[in-house]
């Protein structure tokens, strides 16, 4: 009883600080409150299915295992748990994407054959991972900023992280030249990185 | 490929985060990265700035099985798992079928290959240090508070680029301005290595290499300073020790 107010009270730091010497109720409390949200980000990206929960499942194991190489701060500057956590959830989904990506270019073509992957990624149209874009954006106060840059630069960038999509899928989604979105892409890394130094978010 | 241009690092480590380096670019990264501290410094920093744009993302709640799969794979083993286990103890010795038992079989050679013939995988120096003989070449500082109190433990690979800050007794957040580690050489004006952490460890970036910035310094001090960037240490010294090579 004690324990769960104590738990309660604590930072997200704390808990993996604790998790990381082996305190396995730290870590199950770390996932109750980060899990949901890591979920949105993997289904994101793979759809809401086994592939999504297979990758949570892996991320939260990794996180177990590598809890003492979380660093609070590095270059000077403070690194969010959440920041942490969401990146290794983000790589694991990006590598199962890009297998089952492998996998489907190993296959043979078979004209009508809807991959069952693929509803998911069909139901989430471009606009949506815009429109996420520009949550993100009011959210931290940096959307004066970025649309300063064009909406196809913006949405080549929204497409990438939010639907993990590979420059190749970016230039095929929004009918671009490949050369293109590469440079867009870079270009939005860019402004964001200056946007979000400008509003003192991460320097 | 050499990797020495910041733009092309930084390009390169923003690419790897977002998910667009991909294939053999993505591994060769990777390997770039457990090598090279300076890289890894890039890289959480794309982590961080590109971690903010997931606050948008819509929250899901996965099925429960989730959670007692990890759980299955994360707790320490319980008393009923060890009886299994004790059941099973010899199941491992059947040849047949291998599965569990050659895998098992398969780690537990390894195993005693690894630990009575190492060379077959570590070089001499890495052995000497995993055997504990030999610590890495590195700049090793450990700074007490005026009753001789260890607070910090600064170190730096030899050749490496970055310094870790590690603290190893309670430190009292001062009420105001920061803590700056500096570098005392023997002749010569002291210069700021870093900010110093209230708690936990901090790794930053070091101007150039631990090797030309600290072969000629003997002490290390942390004072209490109003500017945040102080150019030379001006406030009172608050915790201080000898900077020391280990090779």
């Known amino acids: ?203 | 490929m050499r990797y020495v241009q910041p733009e092309l690092l930084e390009h390169l480590a923003s690419s790897y985060v977002l998910g667009t380096l991909t294939g053999g670019a993505r591994r060769r990264f990777e390997r770039l990265q457990r090598d090279r501290a300076d890289v890894r410094v890039l890289v959480t920093q794309w982590e961080s700035r590109l971690g903010q744009l997931a606050v948008s993302v819509p929250v899901h709640q996965p099925s429960p099985r989730v959670w007692a799969a990890i759980a299955a794979r994360t707790q320490p083993a319980r008393p009923q798992r060890a009886a299994q286990a004790k059941a099973g103890r010899l199941g491992w010795l059947k040849p047949a079928g291998f599965g569990f038992g050659g895998l098992a079989a398969g780690v537990m050679v390894a195993t005693v290959l690894f630990v009575t013939a190492p060379g077959l995988f570590m070089s001499s120096d890495q052995i000497a240090m995993r055997t504990g003989e030999k610590l890495p070449q590195s700049y090793v500082g450990l700074l007490t508070d005026a009753q001789g109190n260890g607070k910090l433990l600064v170190s730096s690979l030899r050749h490496g680029r970055t310094m870790t800050v590690k603290v190893i007794g309670p430190i009292t957040p001062p009420a105001g301005g920061t803590l700056v580690l500096w570098a005392v050489p023997a002749s010569g004006p002291a210069f700021a290595l870093g900010p110093v952490p209230t708690s936990g460890s901090a790794v930053s970036m070091l101007p150039d290499t631990s090797e030309k910035l600290l072969s000629k310094v003997g002490k290390l001090v942390v004072t209490l300073e109003t500017d945040a960037a102080p150019a030379a240490p001006s406030g009172p010294v608050v915790f201080s020790g000898n900077c020391a090579k280990l090779w």
């Open chain 1, 1 to 203: 009883m004690t324990l769960d107010t104590r738990a309660d009270s604590r930072s997200l730091e704390a808990l993996i600080a604790d998790a990381a010497r082996g305190d396995h109720a730290c870590f199950a409390e770390v996932y109750e409150r980060t899990h949901r949200h890591l979920f949105g980000v993997a289904v994101r990206i793979l759809g809401q299915g086994q592939a999504a929960e297979d990758v949570l499942q892996e991320a939260y194991v990794s996180i177990w295992k590598s809890a003492g190489s979380y660093r609070s701060e590095v270059g000077g500057q403070t690194i969010q748990a959440m920041t942490w956590l969401i990146a290794i959830v983000r790589n694991k989904a990006l590598d199962a994407l890009r297998a089952r990506t492998r996998r489907r270019e190993n296959q043979l073509p078979e004209s009508g054959d809807v991959d069952e992957d693929d509803v998911q990624s069909v139901g989430n149209p471009a606009p949506s991972a815009m429109h996420l874009l520009e949550q993100a954006s009011q959210a931290l106060h940096i959307d004066g900023c970025m649309s300063a840059l064009d909406g196809s630069y913006r949405q080549s960038l929204a497409l990438a992280y939010y639907q993990g999509l590979s420059h190749t899928e970016v230039a095929a989604q929004m009918g671009a030249p490949l050369g293109s979105v590469k440079a867009w892409i870079r270009r939005g890394l860019e402004k964001l990185k200056g946007c979000l130094a400008a509003q003192g978010v991460v320097a």
